[in-house]
């Protein structure tokens, strides 16, 4: 109950970011780029993410193997609009971010990935054109969470 109530009700830390497109690899895993222009703009951090400081400080370590993913240990929820029987319905699902990573040392792109629930279901044929846009809100996890 702390856990719920520190993560949603105390927390200026959660955001939400409309228009995402999220590419998904499986049934239940997915990712999506965030400019780091806008993450700047709107104060956005997320965990496990480098600073530009701290890559700058230790360029070695990172270039080191550019794949490496940082662990995140954030919750994921994603909302999308889609047409069924003539009406609109909307697909929410939960997860569990799983990396962060700067696309490329010189990219101005974070390339989040995330791994859904399995109450989540599966992505409705509807969304999976690749053109869909989403409504994302990400949970930071408190220090109880562990």
């Known amino acids: 109950?702390?856990?719920?109530c520190n993560t949603v009700?105390?927390?200026n830390d959660n955001f939400c970011i409309n228009?995402?497109?999220?590419?998904?690899?499986?049934?239940?895993?997915?990712k999506c780029a965030l400019s780091i222009a806008l993450c700047d703009e709107r104060n956005i951090e997320l965990s496990g993410l480098q600073n530009e400081k701290s890559i700058n400080d230790n360029?070695?370590?990172?270039?080191?193997?550019?794949?490496?993913?940082?662990?995140?240990?954030d919750w994921i929820g994603i909302k999308a609009p889609f047409?069924?029987?003539?009406?609109?319905?909307?697909?929410?699902?939960?997860?569990?971010?799983?990396g962060v990573k700067k696309k490329s040392?010189?990219?101005?792109?974070?390339?989040?990935?995330?791994k859904l629930t399995a109450r989540s279901g599966t992505v409705p044929g509807e969304l999976s054109s690749g053109n869909s846009k989403y409504s994302i809100e990400v949970l930071k996890k408190g220090n109880v969470d562990g």
Do not use: P, Q
């Not at 360029?59 to 240990?73: H, N, P, Q």
């Not at 010189?106 to 990935?113: K, L, M, N, Q």
């Open 1 to 4: 109950m702390e856990s719920a």
């Open 9 to 11: 009700g105390c927390s």
């Open 19 to 30: 228009n995402v497109s999220i590419n998904f690899t499986s049934e239940d895993i997915g």
């Open 59 to 73: 360029e070695a370590a990172f270039t080191r193997d550019i794949d490496d993913v940082i662990k995140s240990y």
């Open 83 to 98: 047409s069924s029987d003539s009406s609109t319905s909307y697909w929410i699902a939960h997860g569990t971010i799983t």
């Open 105 to 114: 040392l010189e990219s101005d792109t974070i390339i989040v990935s995330f």
